[in-house]
């Protein structure tokens, strides 16, 4: 965070370490009680906003904290309590310190306060943008669907500089994404929902997993899906659509009704498919229901061929042979990048780019974006006879 930005303290207690770690990085000013940061006119709010969370613990509920949208809300307390955590984050907070506070846990608060105004800024100049929401479905897990959405978001997120991609998490139960990209989400789609569905609610507990790429994540334990409805998911896309150019959606495997509202609400459903006989009857299964039952036309529907390369499955040709239906993308495997990728919490993409995994994720996201294709690498002269052999 640079100086131009305001930040006010917000505690009837004197908490000098706050505004120590403040003084250099914002104009800082102290307000004794929340009233007063309530009664500021919208021009006059800070950007960055600590409140005492003990202090006004009790007298939450749900009203706006700020004037000014665009202020970022941090609660502070003195206990580091999770249940904490959750009810802050419901009341609008982008994020949470607890004491007793080190320089670094100031370092950190800043940062991620700085990224929070960054991306508030760039959603006040993105509502124009023309969201595609894409779903990729699989009736069975270990497809390699969660790893492939992974670093699709980054490979569209790379096509050009101000692309935003949101990733939205619906396998309730049991979603990946988050440990995927080695991310600690402090709120997840439980408290977006909490309290009805708002647009800065909603705003607040995505996680920036980089400064274009945010997730909003599936819930931190197995029971809490049960709390979240199909009118929820069509609540928070619309909320969210506007704000990002791709919002990719990750689904649980089956047709429940949180899956059917988002794929009913997306402009293309990527069926994963891998080169074993089980998975195609599925996907003859899938794609039956998806045309004759839900009535999606054709061309909304696409077919990814993961482990493509298999030198022991059923081949692209049988696949499309037996489902009458072109396969449009394949996805050669690598299992051990990809299993020290999602074990360092790194996209393959970004780890090993010219990786043939990695060529073929972005390949297809070039081609659902419409970059043109690259220019070919020269190659040498010496290359153009082939390779010397020894004598």
Known sequence: MDTKHTAAIVSSRNWDDLRQALDGCAQVRTLPALDALKALPANECPDLALIDFDDVRETLNGAPLARNPGTCIVFVSERNEPDAMRLAMRYGARDFLSRPIEPRHIEEILNRASGSLRAATASESSQTRDTQTFTFFTTKGGAGKSTLLANMAFALASGRPDTRVCLLDLDLQFGDLAMIFDAHPRATIVDAISGGVQPEQAASCLTQ???????????????????????????????????????LIDTAPSFHDVSLAALDRSQKVFLIVTPIILSVKNLKRVLDVMTNSLGYENDRIEIIMNRSDSKFGITRAEIEKLCKRKVNYQIPSDGNLLVQTVNAGAPAVCVSPRNKYSLAVTDMARSLCGAPEPAPRRRGLLSLFGKRTAR
């Open 209 to 247: 997993i980089r400064e274009n790429i945010s997730l909003l994540a599936s819930p931190a334990k197995p029971e809490e899906a049960e709390l979240i409805k199909s009118h929820h998911i069509e609540s928070l896309l619309r909320c969210l659509h506007g704000q990002f150019d791709y919002i």
